[in-house]
């Protein structure tokens, strides 16, 4: 049976700062707990880590930068949910963000703003004004895999420490299997 772990040798993520993009470093107070592990990059993709290390897709959460339009601001936010799952973006996200219309931000504004690689991109170390939509459905999960800002590697994390983020909250995300 998969674990969250895996097939992969975790260690604390303070003491691996190569392992991580550069605010994900800065922010590791806010997670003291986390661990990381180095990944062959061409298998940061959810699906394919999950084949490749043994992990379990029910442990393992996407973050994704959503974008969204009021009265000519721009409202970001991060939207983590677990792999096994979809998240309403256009129904719960929207109507959370206030906006009328919401997208998926562009690859190379993610990027930018965050500071991470895409296909890495975590709810960790993001800039300080956006709120972090955490899924229920991660948080009942106990520790979940997610990015490390970088596509080399994976953090393996309580997923009550990510509920606990600064900006964080708790949302019913998923949409119906």
């Known amino acids: 049976m998969a674990t969250p772990e895996g097939t992969l040798t975790w260690e604390p993520a303070d003491r691996h700062p190569d392992l991580l993009a550069a605010p994900v470093a800065a922010a590791l ?9 180095p990944i062959d990059p061409t298998l940061a993709d959810t699906a394919a ?5 043994d ?14 339009k009021r009265g000519g601001e721009v ?9 096994t799952d979809r998240a309403d973006i ?7 963000l ?3 219309k919401i997208s998926f931000a562009p690859m190379d504004e993610a990027v ?3 500071g991470m690689e895409y296909g890495g991109i975590t709810p960790v170390g993001l800039p300080a004004d ?29 997923a009550a420490d990510l509920a606990g983020l600064p900006t964080a909250e708790t949302v019913a995300l998923a949409l119906p299997r």
């Not at 880590?49 to 290390?53: D, I, L, M």
């Not at 992990?55 to 969204?68: E, K, Q, R």
Request: charge should be positive.
């Open 112 to 114: 930018e703003l965050t």
């Open 55 to 68: 992990s379990d897709p029910a442990h393992s959460a996407n973050c994704v930068v959503v974008a969204g």
């Open 49 to 53: 880590f999950c084949e490749a290390y």
């Open 90 to 96: 256009n129904g719960v996200v929207r109507r959370h």
């Open 98 to 100: 206030d906006v009328r």
């Open 130 to 158: 956006w709120p972090v939509l955490v899924d229920e459905g991660v948080v009942a999960a106990g520790r979940v895999v997610i990015g490390s800002g970088i596509r080399a590697s994976k953090l393996l994390i309580a």
């Open 75 to 83: 409202r970001r936010a991060a939207v983590l949910v677990l792999a």
């Open 29 to 37: 107070a806010q997670v003291p707990g986390a661990q990381v592990a």
